[in-house]
């Protein structure tokens, strides 16, 4: 039988933390109480075990896509040098498509670009969960909750059941499908994904965001907020292996990734507008208000300080940031409200130059990379923030 985390003598917990003593060991520790007053305490602590970001295999420069647009809307003179304008200033190099760029003509309809998302999407989903999988040594049997979060398509029965039998999913997984936070359910579906595994410790789930952003362009809409889309989104796919606390009777990969410590959700009031979709006859047509970095210099650095007041902690204490990369003027927005002056946000600078801002999914390209490329220190306290459609906020408090 697999003993819960908290049975453990707190020293056992410390070198399963620090990887100082095996699952055997730890199992025969004779059984005692667990403090969980602290926030990190492993005694119900969600862990990310694995996080991988995929991206579809057409990538483009910036500059083939912004010739490539104008076209496919059919801009010149000043509109299109507006459009050159707005794509140079978006902080990005390259971007990945879901179809070839040539394909794009040829979606003449909301149908045929959502028939493009469902196929392109099931196979980027598959794709980044198997990975994510096979990172954290899970069987696709030991999944016992999977959710998929996407706002770049409809799909009706939702992804995740559309991937599950190729998956080798059990057919009893507990499904939970999220729709409508837009850039925030990469970090919103971390918290949504912790909260169900408190407290099941025995328990795996997966998160899985996929976002098609190109399928979504439209062809008749020469908006500001359109041209700033087309320069902005890419495509991609990530997925998140988490667990309770102990996977279903195997060892912890103590190094694989942090504990998520605790979460908070904010919704501004009467700020519907700010971002989103509105839904018409051609498809999904982008609600991209200029509003957005001036309501994150207003309520950002509150709600973050609140926040982690409530888990004893300052910004100070906060060695490494996760932050979705929405784009130049939102990261000025982010690091001026929260006084990150010393490159805290490289990582997030990045992944938005290389890769564009793929929505939901950003945000867990940059865990990736940030877990890759810049381990946090073994203790170190980190936070994912993004911000998406109500307008909304999402926070977790991650400790590595």
């Known amino acids: 039988m697999v003993p819960r985390a908290g049975q453990l003598k707190p020293a056992a917990l ?18 005692t109480a667990v403090r969980t007053d602290h926030p990190t305490s492993m005694s119900g602590t969600p862990k990310i075990l694995a996080t991988k970001g995929v991206l579809p295999p057409y990538s483009y420069p910036q500059q083939q896509l912004t010739e490539a647009f104008a076209d496919f809307v ?3 003179g000043p509109r299109r040098r507006l459009l050159e304008k707005v794509h140079g200033n978006a902080g990005v190099q390259t971007r990945h498509l879901a179809l070839p760029v040539e394909r794009y003509a040829g979606l003449t309809d909301f149908g045929v670009a959502n028939d ?8 980027l989903a598959e ?24 706002s770049t398509g409809v799909s009706v029965p939702s992804l995740d059941a559309r991937i599950m039998v190729d998956l080798g999913l059990r057919e009893d997984v507990v499904r939970m499908p999220l729709v409508g936070l837009g850039c925030a359910a990469g970090a919103g579906g971390v918290a949504r994904l912790s909260e169900f595994l408190r407290g099941r410790p025995d328990r795996v789930g997966v998160l899985v965001t996929v976002e098609l952003c190109s399928l979504t362009l439209q062809r008749g809409d020469t908006s500001t907020a359109n041209l700033i889309a ?9 997925a998140v292996v988490m667990t309770g606390a102990l996977p279903n009777g195997r060892p912890v990969d103590v190094a694989a990734g942090p504990v998520v410590v605790d979460t908070r959700s904010r919704l501004y009031p009467h700020t519907e507008r700010a971002m989103g979709w509105d839904v018409s006859s051609s498809g999904l047509q982008i609600v991209l208000g200029a509003e957005i970095p001036e309501l994150i210099r207003t309520y950002l650095a509150e709600d973050v300080d609140r926040f982690l007041n409530e888990n004893g902690l300052s910004r100070d204490t906060i060695d490494w940031w996760v932050c979705h990369p929405g784009g130049p003027k939102v990261l000025e927005a982010v690091e001026e409200s929260l006084k990150l002056t010393d490159g805290e ?6 992944s938005l130059s290389r890769i564009g801002n793929i929505s939901s999914s950003s945000v867990l390209h940059v865990l990736d990379d940030t877990i890759a490329q810049r381990r946090p220190e073994p203790g170190s306290y980190g936070l994912m923030l993004a911000m998406g459609p109500g307008f909304a906020l999402e926070l977790v408090l991650l400790q590595a």
């Open 116 to 123: 493009a998302f469902l196929e392109a999407g099931c196979r």
């Open 230 to 238: 087309s320069g902005l989104f890419g495509d991609g796919a990530a």
């Open 14 to 31: 410390q070198r399963l933390r620090t990887g100082q003593e095996g699952y055997a060991e730890i199992v025969n520790q004779p059984i």
């Open 127 to 150: 794709e980044a969960v198997r990975e994510a999988l096979t990172a954290a040594d899970v069987a696709p049997e030991q999944v016992d909750v999977i959710i998929a979060a996407c």
């Open 74 to 76: 059919g801009l010149d």
């Open 345 to 350: 946000l490289a990582v997030t600078w990045d």
